[in-house]
């Protein structure tokens, strides 16, 4: 049961997520019971997807956290768009489904959810258990056609292309084109007013132009986020570039001299004093120059899309799932065919010691916009084309590799 008083929860301030999550709504005991198998299902799956659940009736709140320990009964906001939006923002809620005609489905939380880009999708809740019967006009653009006979199988798969959605770029698609940080993004393509802007953001618009602002390293080492990166034996590998993921090993304070970093959060923007970004659209470009050039605080902050550095991101089908960031940083490195690639910290969430480095706490699984398949099928692609000397430390990737390799002949 959440230990949220339910009067902060009506007021839009729930407790700030950690994990991306699923907010479901239903009226009766019949609507949740009709979900239970979806439910089940969607926890043994995605075990980094925070499941929520609420009803128009707070009293069935007690139940549904005695009946769903798994999940958290929470509260739902008071319909005020300011209380809607904040409580879709601390509870990260990626997709809201509403079992059998819930009362919550007001216009008030519709436009919430419409604003920020959130799936909306309405279940029925026959005796033999819930349907996705249709996307709620809320968010017409993602629209979908869902069969009212949808077995569980068949939910799951459309929910799981749902979750894998960039909403951060849903959301700067609806957003006004040509406010400032969008007119300093198309200025950077202009060669008058590039070098102009260059004290405070620089675009590298393509591989050669990243070559030459690393200095055309001979050595890369990447680190991923796995407890593999705090391996003490990278410390004394000499390495020209250090490529690093988000900014999460800036608190352990080993190997933090990173000089590309590989993201696309406005958080990892502002914590990194000085490094060049590798981001994975136009989007995350304008959002970092809104959080960085227009913040005179923040230092310089050069960046680069990935897809105009590394050709092999769009050659893979990753289908409804995107690459991780670390797949991104070990794409750009192959590109720049270094002499030498070190690689840790990529540990495919097997590592026994958890997710990451000192965290018992997160889920040792990848979030629902990747998965495991198919980031280890391209991280060996990139692997098998790479002609240089090859430095992997982590026993999961490793053995992974190691296979690959007698699979091809290497």
């Not at 769009?314 to 991104?328: K, M, Q, S, V, Y």
Request: proline letters at 7%; a positive charge.
């Amino acid at each position: 049961m959440s230990g949220r008083p339910r009067w902060l929860e009506r007021l839009g301030l729930p407790e700030k997520a950690s994990e991306r999550a699923l907010w479901v709504a239903a009226d009766s005991r019949a609507g949740f019971e009709a979900a239970a198998a979806l439910l089940a299902e969607l926890g043994a799956r995605q075990p980094r997807l925070r499941l929520l659940l609420t009803s128009a009736d707070e009293a069935l709140l007690p139940w549904l956290a005695a009946r769903f320990p798994a999940c958290r009964a929470v509260a739902s906001p008071w319909p005020v768009p300011a209380l809607v939006n904040e409580y879709l923002h601390r509870s990260d809620i990626r997709l809201a489904l509403f079992v059998g005609g819930s009362r919550l489905a007001v216009p008030g939380l519709l436009r919430g959810l419409e604003r920020r880009a959130v799936p909306a999708v309405l279940a029925d809740a026959p005796a033999d258990g819930c349907r996705l019967v249709s996307a709620l006009p809320a968010t017409a653009e993602r629209r979908l056609s869902l069969d009212g006979g949808t077995a569980v199988a068949e939910a799951l798969r459309q929910i799981g292309e749902m979750l894998a959605r960039d909403l951060k770029q849903s959301r700067d698609a609806t957003r006004e084109r040509w406010g400032p940080s969008r007119l300093l993004l198309e200025l950077c393509h202009h060669p008058r007013w590039r070098h102009r802007l260059a004290w405070r953001v620089r675009r590298l618009d393509d591989l050669a132009a990243l070559a030459e602002a690393l200095g055309r390293p001979k050595s890369i080492m990447c680190l991923g986020n796995g407890p593999s990166s705090t391996d003490p034996a990278l410390a004394g590998m000499a390495r020209d570039r250090l490529f690093r993921v988000n900014h999460g090993w800036l608190r352990h304070g080993y190997l933090s001299d990173a000089d590309v970093v590989f993201t696309t959060g406005r958080p990892s923007f502002k914590a990194i004093p000085k490094c060049i970004f590798g981001l994975q659209s136009e989007d995350g470009c304008a959002r970092l120059i809104a959080a960085r050039a227009l913040d005179p605080r923040l230092g310089p902050a050069g960046f680069f899309d990935v897809h105009d550095v590394a050709p092999a991101l769009a050659a893979f089908d990753w289908g409804h799932l995107r690459p991780t960031n670390g797949a991104t940083m070990l794409a750009t490195a192959v590109a720049l065919r270094p002499a030498r690639l070190i690689v840790a910290g990529i540990d495919l969430f097997q590592h026994p010691e958890g997710a990451y480095p000192g965290d018992a706490a997160t889920a040792n699984a990848y979030t629902p916009a990747h998965s495991r398949e198919s980031e280890l099928e391209f991280l060996l692609g990139l692997l098998a084309g790479f002609e240089g000397e090859l430095v992997i430390v982590g026993d999961i990737l490793s053995a992974a590799w190691a296979r690959r390799r007698q699979e091809i002949g290497r």
